[in-house]
Structures are given as C-alpha cells and as structure tokens.
C-alpha cells in the first residue's frame, strides 16, 4: 500500500482530542452570541440529572445513561438497580423499572436500521400505556417529579398530545422549578408544535435555549424577511435574539464562502460558481445564505426598529449593527453602533458582547498609542477574567470553560485582527510577542499558564509535550524569522518598554525560557550550516531540557557517527520516544557541532589526499545523517516528513556530503573509495527508481537512467568490477537495489 506518512513532533493537535493531521485554527468565532448555547443548555440539564444519581450512589456514578461504577465494573442502570435493592429502596426499584423500559423503546425508535413487526409495535403500546397507568397512579412524594415526566413522555411517544397540553395545564405545570419540571415543558411545547401552536411553541423554545428545536420551527424564518414576520407579530419575542444572533452569524458564513472562496473552497472551479453553487456550499453547513444588499436591508431595519422604540431590548438591534458593519468593513459606523449597544438597554450578556465586539473593531479605528495601548491591555485581561468566570470541571475533574466566547473573541481579536495589522505597521516583534502571549495562556486565554510558572518540559512521562513549544501560530511564526531576527526578537523579549505599554505586557507574560530559545536559535544554526556559530548557545542548554524534550528517545537511540548507508537505526514501535523516555547524558546537537567543526578545520588543513578524503568522508556521513534523509534529523529540524526538502534558509546538507563523497571516490584508497561509491549510490537525492518513494516492494522497478543515482549506481558497478574482492562485501551482496540495477 502506498503511504504518505508524516512523523512530525511539532504539528500536535490543540485541545483535549488528538487527531491524524491537524488543522491550523482559522480563528474566525462567530462575532455575536447574546444567547447560551445549545451545549451550555443541554450541559446544564444533564448536570442537575447526573447530581442525582452521583447523590444516590454516593458519588459511585456520574450519570445514569452513560455512567459506570468502577469499583464493580457494571454499567450505572445495573448498579444503581442492585443498589436500590440493596437499601430495600422499593419505590426507586419500581420507578428504575419504568425507567429503564422507556429507554430500551427510545433506543428502538431511534435505530432506523431495524423496522419493527406489527406484533412488536402492539407490544411497544401496550408497554407504554402501562407506564403511563404506574405513572399516574404514583402517590409517593420522593420521585413524583421523575413519574410525572414519565407520564408526559409515555403520553409523547404514544402520541397523546392532547392528553399532554392538558397534563402540562392541570399537573405538571403547578410542579416547583426543577430540571424535570424544564423537561416537562420542553414536551409540552412539543405538543403545542404538534398541534398546529408554533408560535406557542417556539416561545418556549426560546425561552428554554432550546436551539435545535426552534432552528427547527424557524426554518424559515432565517433571513431578513422572518425577522421582520417575527417583529410585525411581537416586537419583544423571546425568537428574535436568536434570529437577530442567526442572521448575523450566517452573514459571516456567506463572506467566509463567497467573498474569501480561496481560503474556504477547495474546488478548483470555485471562480466559475454561479450564486446558486455557493448558496448550496454555504447550506452545506447549516447556515443560511445572507448576500451584502439583504446585510444592508437589515441595517436600515434595524435603525427603524430602534426609531420605533418598541423593543425593550434596543441594545440587540445595536449590536447586530455593529457587527454587520464590522463585516462589511464600515469601522467607523460599527464604532458608534457598539458604544450604543454597550450602553442601551438589553441584557448584561448583550453589553458584554458588545464590548467584546468593540474591541475587535478598535484595532481598526484606534491609532496604536499608548492610550489605545492601554485599553487594549485592559480589554484582554477583561476577555480572560470573563472566561475565567466560567471555568468549571468535568466528571473526570479535569477544568474546562463553560462558555467559551470570551476566549472565543479573544483569539480572534489577536490572531485575525491585531496580529496583522501589527504586522503592515512594521511592528513585527510586537506582533510575535502578542502570539507568545496567547501561547503562553494556554491558546485559549484562560487557564494558568503551565509554561509561564514552571518550565515547559514536567509533563506526564514518556508522552510528547502538547504545549506550544514546537507547534502553534507562535513557534509558526518564529520559524519564518531569519536567525538574525530571531536573535533580535529574544533580545527585545528581555527588554522593557517604556515606550510601549502593550510590548511591556506582552514581554512580561510570554514564554521566556532561556533553554528554549537557545536550543531553537542553536538547532536554527545547525539547519543553516553554521555548526560553529551554534556551539556558544547549544551550551548553554541544559540536558534537562533536552531530557524532558520530545526528541529525548531519538538521542538516547540513535548515534550520528554510524553512517546512513551501512546501518538504519530503526526505533522498535514498542519503545517511547518522548520526553524521559530513555536516559541521557549530554547535549548530542552540542556535540554534532563540535565534531563537525573540529572535522571541518582538519579538513580545510590536511596537508594529504589521504587525510583529506578520510575526514572528507567521515564529515559526508555525519552532514547526511543531520539532513532530512539521515536517522538523526532531529539534530537540525524538530519535525520529519518522508516528502521533506531543503527548507528555506538550511543549507543542502545532502548536497555537501555528496560533494565530499565525490571527492573521495576519486582521491581517496581502495577502501574509501568503496565506501564512498557506495554511498553515492545509496543517497536518496534524483532517485533513479522511477516512482519513488511510492512503489511496492513486489513491483517492478524502473530506473531512470539521467539521474544522478543511477549514474553512482553504474560508478559503483565499475569499481566491483575492477575491484572483485569487494563483491563479498556483506553490504554489497545483501543491496536489493543494486541487484535489481544488475537486472537491468
């Protein structure tokens, strides 16, 4: 099987999940959220639920549905089930019984693989209509939330929507706040829905967040025209915030589409689409197609809206004014709109958003002095401080943010919007140091900062390190910088900045570690060539560092002095090669260079060919083994790739040990001359197998007689023939491609 195969210590993935290729982060957060979303919704709902089943087990479980009991190793219905007989709990028996069957038929009617017989459908119904009996006739006080809810849902899957309106009206509407009471109510709009009531309905909806069932009953309500619907009917109804927040949303949607295709489509015909194939692209998605001049509509609706003075909520019309301004690149009219939104009357969550989105739009507006430098600090330790306000734990106590748009707006706000504008005011190193400031806040901008407070590497063992030392926007960026700029960029990290509040901050707060910037500026060295210049930084990186790196497998197994072209130092797939996988001693990359340089003087000083070639071809074997295609890449690169080339700014290292080699083929004696043809004839570089790497080992090979390989091939062809004691050599007899070139 033909493979691309990626071996990459930089390119982690971001956030909790792992994947098999990231995808760099766009950044590009929905602008307006002014209602918690279905997630924060249904999170909540399930947490009030799960808290009486953790109360019950005495914290044994985490949930009913998906929970299990460790100790035991039983699923949480069995468990609890056991537990309540256990404590002669009768009532909860019964009620689990119930329970358990309308679970088991809402599986059934959500696998739609499997078509029920007619006897089986009799059996669902007279199933329900017995639960319905037992949860009407409950007369306990314990559970009688929970059967009222089994009543109403029985009453639902037996498609009693009457009987449920009524329910709702005469019982369970008279319930106190609670969760089930919440559920209850969702059923009842359900009902309502049922019953030709949408309007009913949809409130409810709203009301509740419910957002997969409104997006449902307003399906076509999501353009300019429904919201105008919706106004005419009710100028305060509780769908409008959601509509408003949608029509925004899919304004972004359609820009993101239709006015930036290169980034977003990948299709090669994308110039040539009508309106209607990006229509189509943008429905793809679950967004609505909103072009500019129905963008535009919706501004001047809004302005009437307001004039009108019905909302109770002007501060929306506002915000969706500034927003829509802001996307259409109006920064100026976007301005006046949010400061009235941020001030008008509305929800806290509708000003906060607002200010939010006022921040964004400032970095437009504002000229970069130190009063806009000085708000822009504030505003961002107010985006963190918002997010941090949310910041909860899951079952397994792991510390996550609830309501993720403060952190959301955060990175959009620096990442899309002030980074780049740094960036065309030749502010470059304010711009970096602005990235290292997100990176060191964990890439979301709430949680302490592990990098900032103890060094990078105490991470668990023998895992890679999915901080962003060698992956994300930040080590991205530093990549593109010249080694000179690097240099600089360091020094003006340690710098302070009196000129400059917001590089004074953002210094302050970024990623400072010596060792880390020493070992990038001396492995940028090594890349380029310049093996001597990188010993004085290469010493000062301690081995603990490199210790707790992730390239600490690849020193403690691999040694640059064996060469390429006799020995493949293959890594067992059993063996860690993260950080503290294997002990160490020493820095190798401080060692490479210093071997190199002490070789590279010898060299430039021998006073023979016989000297000369025996350095020249111990340099072409430690050059080979830093480059690309050698077992200790590592020393020059902190990430591989089978499809790797020169990258800009390195030096062909390949190319200098073929230089070397080449001379030694020709001026050194018999045994390095072989061992020099040999290796000429094993460099990858103008691959004489056609296809390569992409062949199949059982297919036939076709060598390409015009690259340099086969040239070194049929050199090393000539040598064995003049030379037959060498055709024993066990490296010659056991090469499959010289075989195979002998068959041509």
């Known amino acids: ?49 799960n808290d009486f089943w953790k109360q019950y087990t005495n914290g044994r479980v985490d949930g009913y549905v998906d929970g299990w009991d460790r100790k035991t190793n039983t699923d949480a219905p069995t468990f609890i089930m056991k537990l309540a007989r256990q404590k002669k709990d009768y009532e909860m028996v019964r009620y689990l019984g ?36 037992a949860a009407k006739a409950y007369r ?51 009902a309502l829905l049922k019953t030709g009531k949408q309007r009913d309905a949809l409130e409810i909806y709203a009301r509740q967040n ?149 921040d964004i739009n400032s970095v437009y507006t504002e000229k970069m002095d130190e009063q806009q430098q000085n708000h822009l600090i504030k505003e961002i330790e107010w985006m963190r401080s918002m997010s941090k306000l949310t910041e909860t734990k899951d079952d397994q106590g792991i510390t996550y943010v609830a309501d993720p748009y403060f952190a959301n707006m955060l990175q959009r706000m620096v990442y899309n919007h002030l980074v780049p504008e740094l960036q065309k005011q030749g502010n470059g190193f304010l711009a970096l140091a602005m990235l290292a400031n997100m990176d060191n806040h964990d890439n979301d901008g ?24 060698w992956r994300g926007d930040y080590y991205d960026a530093l990549q593109h910088l010249t080694v000179d700029s690097l240099k600089q960029y360091v020094a003006y990290l340690h710098a302070t900045h009196t000129d400059s509040p917001l590089a004074e901050a953002a210094c302050k707060s970024s990623y400072l570690n010596d060792d880390y910037y020493n070992d990038l500026i001396g492995t940028r060295l090594m890349a380029a060539g310049h093996f001597e210049e990188a010993i004085p930084y290469l010493k000062k990186v301690s081995t603990d560092f490199i210790y707790n790196s992730n390239i600490c497998g690849y020193i403690g197994r691999r040694n640059y002095q064996r060469p390429r072209w006799f020995v493949h130092q293959i890594i067992d797939n059993t063996q860690e090669t993260g950080p503290r996988s294997v002990d160490i001693t020493g820095n190798q990359k401080l060692n490479f260079c210093q071997d190199v340089t002490k070789l590279q003087h010898l060299y430039q000083n021998a006073g023979s060919d016989s000297l000369r070639t025996q350095v020249g071809y111990v340099l072409a074997s430690l050059l080979y083994q830093a480059s690309y295609e050698g077992d200790c890449w590592y020393l020059t690169h902190y990430d591989w790739s089978c499809a790797d080339t020169v990258r800009t700014g390195d030096r062909d290292l390949i190319l200098d040990a073929i230089n070397y080699l080449d001379e030694c083929s020709l001026k050194g004696d018999k045994n390095i001359q072989f061992k020099s043809l040999y290796a000429l004839a094993f460099i990858r570089r103008d691959n004489a197998i056609d296809g390569y790497p992409y062949v199949f080992s059982d297919e036939t090979v076709n060598f390409r007689k015009d690259t340099r390989q086969y040239k070194a091939l049929a050199k090393l062809y000539r040598f064995l023939t003049f030379n037959p004691d060498y055709q024993s050599n066990p490296y010659v007899s056991h090469c499959d491609v010289l075989k195979r070139f002998l068959e041509q």
């Not at 809402?106 to 209509?129: A, H, M, N």
Request: net charge positive; with cysteine; aromatic share 10%.
């Open 1 to 49: 099987m033909r493979r691309f195969i990626i071996v990459s210590l930089l390119l982690m993935t971001f956030g909790r999940s792992m994947a098999c290729v990231s995808e760099k982060p766009t950044y590009n957060y929905y602008l307006i959220c002014v209602e918690p979303t279905q997630q924060q919704t249904d999170s909540k709902q399930l947490k009030a639920i």
């Open 446 to 469: 709430t949680l302490p900062s592990i990098r900032k407070h103890v060094p990078t590497y105490y991470q668990p063992a023998n895992s890679y390190n999915d901080l962003p030392d």
């Open 210 to 358: 419910d957002h997969q069932s409104m997006r449902w009953c307003v399906r076509h309500y999501r353009n300019l025209s429904g919201i105008k619907a919706i106004y005419a009917r009710d100028a305060n109804s509780r769908v409008l915030p959601y509509l408003v927040q949608d029509f925004v949303n899919n304004v972004q949607e359609t820009q993101d589409v239709y006015t930036r295709p290169s980034a977003f489509i990948p299709d090669a015909d994308k110039a040539q689409w009508t309106k209607k194939e990006y229509t189509e692209a943008i429905e793809e998605v679950g967004a609505r197609a909103i072009y500019q001049d129905e963008a535009q509509a919706f501004i001047a609706f809004a302005a009437q809206v307001l004039k009108e003075g019905k909302t109770t909520t002007p501060a929306l019309w506002h915000e969706a004014t500034g927003a829509l301004q802001l996307l259409l690149g109006n920064y100026s009219a976007a301005k006046t709109a949010l400061a009235q939104a941020i001030t008008a009357e509305g929800t806290q969550r509708m000003h906060d958003n607002a200010r939010a989105i006022a």
């Open 98 to 133: 119930w329970l358990n069957k309308y679970l088991k038929i809402s599986r059934d009617l959500g696998d739609t693989w499997e078509y029920p017989t007619r006897k089986q459908l009799l059996q669902r119904k007279q199933g329900l209509t017995q639960m319905l009996a």
């Open 140 to 190: 306990g006080r314990k559970l009688l939330a929970q059967y009222r809810l089994l009543a109403m849902r029985a009453n639902m899957l037996l498609g009693y929507n009457i009987q449920n309106i009524n329910y709702w009206k005469t019982t369970a509407s008279r319930m106190p706040q609670s969760v089930y009471r919440d559920m209850m109510e969702n059923i009842y709009a359900r």
